[in-house]
């Protein structure tokens, strides 16, 4: 079985780490090659964005030692910041390292996931009577998904498609009064789903102004994809991650994100790290996920952390997390830039639930990084020794 704990990765120059990733994942010459070609996207970039002028290139490195769900991943990460890749790798490691115990210690990442429903928001004005217009929309129902359907038949026939439908009535206070929401539930399968779900949420607009006598105006994905959410957990065993100290250390440093949202905008700020990333290595869109991501920390009305840090009955470390994550493996930019689709083929993943929970479990190891470097020794000591080469870049150094 191949297996992504190899030592020495970090020590080797870039063809030799390539060869080995080349390897690993089965690449073929022509995709291995796109990946060294760090120059520019040729005539794609004039055909994906408006008024191109060049491109701007980020490093991809790829994350080590991840076992996610008893399957080894090498993880590709496109990043500018120091230290994230290294940082990512070395909780990985720890996961999967340590006395192996019941209750999962030292097995990696365990992951779980809904099923990919997206939501499409339509905004609903000028009903004299919002309750009973909820109630006309709801009893048309099935007229509702059958129209959004007729959108999207190749989704449809994946299994996919508008499922369901909620409606709530928001007063408002003010002059504009109340406005009937409308979330039309699309299972976007494999695709992060904007575009499916803004087509239907466009097209059964028209059906709903009739039925209401209302005006239909804004149609639009949700990016708060509380249907799409997804979990990983792991069990660091205490001896592979410095002892009960550094466990308590690093529950102190959740409690503290926990309580105050100071420190919880930079906990969840190095979650993100490790989610954007991966994220914009298989050119999903960050924007959506950390829209998600920032809005579902404060679901409960309070800004919380991401991640939760506790302690089991062997006083082994356990952590978890839990968040919306829209990605694809098909669509937009996915299958059309041609790095982002080296890079899935180095994730091997066969859906986008899959490459969600890859991502899920990178945040978690990208955060356990940061807690435990904050809670010993600091955060300045590794990231300054990996980032000195930079500084030097900077003032003007050249080549090795
Ligand atoms: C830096 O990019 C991320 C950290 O600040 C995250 C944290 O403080 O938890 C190290």
Redesign the pocket.
């Known amino acids: 079985m191949k297996r992504s704990d190899i030592s020495g990765f970090y020590k080797l120059n870039p063809a030799e780490r390539l060869k080995i990733v080349k390897d690993f994942a089965g690449l073929s010459d022509e995709a291995a090659a796109i990946l060294s070609n760090t120059a520019s996207l040729g005539d794609l970039a004039d055909l994906m964005v408006e008024n191109v002028v060049g491109t701007m290139p980020l490093p991809v490195g790829i994350a080590m030692n991840f076992l996610i769900n008893g399957k080894d991943y090498l993880i590709p990460m496109a990043i500018e910041?120091t230290s994230v890749i290294a940082a990512a790798s070395n909780a990985a490691k720890m996961a999967r390292t340590g006395p192996r115990t019941k209750a999962g210690a030292g097995t990696g990442f365990q992951t779980s996931s809904t099923e990919p429903v997206m939501i499409g928001q339509i905004q609903l004005m000028n009903v004299p009577d919002p309750s009973s217009a909820k109630f006309t929309i709801l009893a048309n129902k099935d007229r509702i998904l059958e129209i959004a359907n007729e959108q999207d038949p190749v989704l449809v026939n994946l299994g996919g498609g508008a499922k369901g439908l909620e409606v709530k009535v928001i007063d408002t206070d003010t002059a504009a009064g109340s406005m009937v929401i409308i979330h039309l539930l699309v299972d976007v399968k494999d695709a992060m789903g904007a575009n499916a779900v803004n087509t239907m949420a466009e097209a059964v607009a028209p059906f709903i102004e009739q039925i209401t006598g209302g005006r239909v105006y804004l149609r639009i994905i949700s990016n708060l994809a509380t249907h799409r959410l997804v979990s990983a957990r792991a069990v660091f065993a205490k001896d592979a991650i410095g002892g009960e100290e550094t466990v308590d250390g690093i529950i102190n440093a959740y409690l503290f994100a926990k309580y105050d949202p100071y420190r919880c905008a930079?906990?969840n700020?190095?979650i993100m790290?490790g989610i954007d990333a991966v994220v914009i290595a298989t050119g999903n869109d960050f924007r959506a996920v950390e829209a998600g991501a920032y809005t579902y920390a404060f679901i409960t009305g309070k800004y919380l952390p991401l991640t939760r840090w506790e302690k089991n009955r062997d006083n082994d470390l356990v952590g978890t997390i839990e968040l919306p994550l829209a990605v694809g493996i098909v669509g937009g930019a996915i299958r059309a830039h041609p790095t982002a689709k080296v890079n899935l083929e180095i994730l091997g993943v066969k859906t986008a639930n899959e490459l969600a929970e890859v991502i899920a479990a990178v945040g978690l190891a990208q955060?356990f990084a940061?807690?435990r470097a904050?809670a010993t020794e600091g955060?300045q000591r590794g990231h300054m020794s990996l980032h000195a080469r930079n500084v030097a870049i900077a003032a003007g150094a050249d080549g090795k």
Do not use: F
């Open positions: 910041e930079t906990h700020k190095g790290n955060n940061a807690l904050l955060i």
